[in-house]
């Protein structure tokens, strides 16, 4: 009989919930006060009295993002809300339809809104059709360098944005000593205690102290600057969008809709950026996947329903994530706490965070974009300052577009100060990746097919090498290395008349080479000369992109070949002009012109002739295979064999050699007296004599001066493949 699960103890379960419990409202005291300023951030420009609908907005994002994300199947841990670049994209977007006037005869501020539940609506569109496409994985490609320099862009822009809480009145900078105690109190105890004591709720005991410093202050008759002002009277209606189809029949409406086009897409890409890191730190915690797909959704989705309610942007936090899991929280009643908190907080404490000063709201927004600031990018410029010996050049080149982007985030804008990387990381891409593409470039002297050809045809295409060569490409043949295979076939190879181009190394081709490549052909028929491919499966993706980029428009099916050793074996017969491996010697009377038969007379030749048995082989036919007994060796009249291993480790066979009219086949097996190593096989059909060894030993025994020569010329022969492989392998292996 089974057991009955024992039940989990009451006092077990309570501790559990109250973890997780704690663990939200840890959350909840590290998050919320950072999402006040980042609210009063987004509408700074305003004014007081309206800039505190932005601390309504930022508490929105984290109850409705968290809420409708969650109900959106976003994974467990994730907690949503205002992050410090939304809220500057935001601001940003708020200060431009102030100043354009796009919108006239509605009110500045009502623009504004509208501009924002527009962009967000669009925003949020951008991210749900990226899930459904299938994009999500690529927004994460974004360079490191780019994303670093952009979240010290935002880290610039908090610090200024804090600043200018602390000390701008009515439009003009003015320092208060109370505004700079009551700024001071959190900015100092914050950077001695914030890294020391990580866990520590720093930031709201912070706040507290200091907003007590202020009203103590006050009492005395010392000016500490301006409180947060009344936020109960204060709502988020839909007012607004009753707005927007007067907005669409403005005159200006289509310039305007482009205008926030930018940062629809600045906050798709930088709420999706978060969100995705965050899930991805969730992922190193909990040793599970999440759903890029999902991801993307819940918060497009959770987008779509903040933009008409008058919320922020939101998105996840890897901060949040971090500190839930370090509390505890391994569920989603983390998540559910921290909205309990906002709602609560919403309905019961507005009157209190109304006598919070804006000193230390901006105080802390101060101490929040030290947090922001990349720590790879603060350590490399440490690194420059020692000396140009403690930093390599590619690290230079990436501080370099690290550098670019924070300017452009500070003095042009978020958007563009993404553009600006990615147009940086492109060239540093190209210049990384801008290693010689040419593996080898060899002329006839050196490339050889693995045809072995008679003596006369090898001295022929000695004496023509210049006219035929072989360049290996490896790597990435693309826009920054393609002009330097043009240049080395016209610079290298000027008397070339047949160039194989050898991909087969090749990792991808883009659009640029493949225009490269079709200009290349086009310059070489000027003179007469003819490029060949080699090493592209010809169903395969790199050859179809090639076919469909239009180089097979101007280099026609019969110029591209498997593999580059059929391509150099098709120019060496077209080098030799004539199709010398089909070649038909006359009758068995010419052996005595072979190298089989050097040193003998005709008399002898003949002699050994007539101890040889004709034979015909069809293509595909094997003359033996490996393991056979090792009987007789083959003099090939016409055709020609391919030896083949099949042995490899891949499975497949491997063609080592290939043998022509004129030439001897199996003769080392015979001589050894040992099993067959290899297959030989009949690339078209080939007519033999046979010589076994029954005709061998008589030959021996009864003509030994004819023996003797006969051995004397296959040793000559093997030498000499033998002194052609070490060359081969020589030139192949040695540095270019």
């Not at 020609?640 to 490899?648: F, L, N, Q, T």
């Not at 491997?654 to 297959?679: H, K, W």
Request: hydrophobic fraction near 50%; charge should be neutral; aromatic fraction near 6%.
């Amino acid at each position: 009989m089974n057991e009955m699960p024992l039940a989990e103890p009451v006092t077990v379960r309570l501790r559990r919930w109250s973890r997780e419990a704690g663990a939200g409202l840890t959350v909840a005291a590290g998050s919320i006060p950072n999402e006040l300023s980042y609210g009063l951030l987004a509408f700074a420009s305003l004014g007081p009295a309206i800039e505190g609908r932005g601390i309504l907005a930022a508490m929105l994002a984290g109850m409705l993002g968290t809420t409708i994300a969650l109900l959106a199947g976003s994974r467990t841990g994730q907690i949503h809300g205002a992050r410090p670049a939304l809220a500057l994209i935001v601001a940003g977007l708020v200060v431009q339809t102030q100043g354009s006037g796009a919108l006239p005869g509605i009110a500045p501020d009502t623009a504004a809104f509208i501009s924002v539940i527009v962009a967000l609506t669009g925003a949020a569109l951008l991210q749900i059709g990226a899930a459904l496409a299938g994009w999500g994985r690529f927004v994460r490609y974004v360079p490191y360098p780019v994303q670093a320099g952009f979240f010290n862009g935002v880290a610039v822009l908090m610090m200024i944005g804090g600043l200018q809480l602390i000390f701008v009145e009515d439009g003009h900078w003015s320092i208060h000593p109370g505004s700079l105690a009551v700024a001071a109190l959190i900015v100092l105890p914050g950077l001695l205690l914030q890294s020391r004591r990580p866990a520590w709720p720093l930031l709201p005991l912070l706040l507290l102290l200091s907003a007590i410093l202020h009203h103590v202050l006050a009492t005395q008759g010392i000016d500490a600057g301006r409180t947060l002002g009344m936020l109960s009277g204060l709502d988020l209606s839909i007012e607004p969008l009753t707005h927007l189809p007067e907005a669409l029949r403005a005159p200006g409406s289509a310039d305007w809709l482009r205008s926030i086009a930018g940062a629809s897409l600045a906050i798709a890409l930088v709420s999706s950026l978060e969100t995705l890191f965050a899930a991805s730190r969730l992922d190193t915690l909990t040793h599970e996947r999440h759903d890029t797909r999902r991801e993307l959704t819940a918060i497009g989705l959770a987008n779509l329903v903040l933009a008409p309610a008058g919320g922020l942007p939101a998105a996840a936090a890897v901060s949040r994530a971090n500190t839930a899991f370090a509390a505890g929280g391994r569920t989603r009643v983390p998540a559910l706490v921290y909205v309990v908190t906002l709602a609560l907080l919403w309905h019961a404490g507005l009157d209190y965070l109304a006598l919070l000063p804006r000193a230390t709201v901006g105080a802390g927004l101060v101490l929040l974009s030290l947090g922001v600031l990349d720590r790879w990018s603060l350590q490399a410029m440490l690194d420059c300052r020692r000396g140009p010996s403690s930093i390599d050049r590619r690290m230079l080149s990436n501080l370099a577009v690290s550098v670019l982007v924070t300017l452009a985030a500070v003095f042009v804008g978020l958007l563009e100060a993404v553009a600006a990387g990615l147009v940086g990381a492109m060239f540093l891409f190209a210049r990384d990746h801008s290693k010689s593409v040419l593996r080898q470039v060899v002329d006839g002297s050196v490339a050889a097919s693995l045809q072995v050809r008679p003596a006369w045809q090898q001295l022929r295409l000695s004496a023509q090498a210049h006219r035929y060569a072989l360049i290996e490409l490896e790597g990435l043949l693309f826009f920054g290395t393609a002009e330097e295979l043009e240049q080395a076939i016209e610079t290298r190879l000027p008397r070339a008349r047949f160039i194989v181009l050898d991909c087969s190394r090749l990792i991808d081709i883009d659009l640029s080479a493949a225009q490269v490549l079709v200009r290349t052909v086009q310059r070489l028929r000027t003179r007469k000369a003819r490029l060949v491919i080699a090493g592209l499966d010809p169903q395969g993706p790199r050859a179809t992109f090639l076919a469909r980029s239009g180089l097979m428009r101007v280099l026609p099916a019969r110029s591209w070949f498997p593999n580059a050793d059929a391509a150099l074996e098709w120019v060496e017969n077209q080098v030799l002009e004539s199709q010398s491996a089909t070649r038909r010697l006359d009758d068995a009377s010419a052996l005595h012109k072979l190298d089989l038969c050097a040193g003998m007379s005709r008399e002898q030749s003949q002699r050994l002739g007539d101890l040889m048995k004709p034979c015909v082989f069809t293509r595909g036919q094997a003359l033996f295979r490996s393991g056979d007994d090792s009987d007789a060796m083959y003099v090939l009249l016409a055709g020609s064999v391919s030896i083949v291993r099949g042995d490899v480790p891949e499975g497949a066979s491997v063609r080592v050699a290939c043998l022509s009219a004129g030439l001897t086949v199996g003769e080392m097996g015979l001589i050894e007296n040992q099993p067959r190593a290899a297959d030989a096989i009949a690339d078209t059909t080939v007519e033999a004599l046979r010589l076994d060894r029954g005709a061998l030993e008589l030959l021996q025994r009864e003509a030994p001066d004819i023996a003797a020569l006969l051995y004397a010329s296959i040793a000559r022969t093997l030498a000499q493949r033998l002194r052609d492989t070490t060359v081969r392998l020589h030139a192949y292996m040695r540095p270019t």
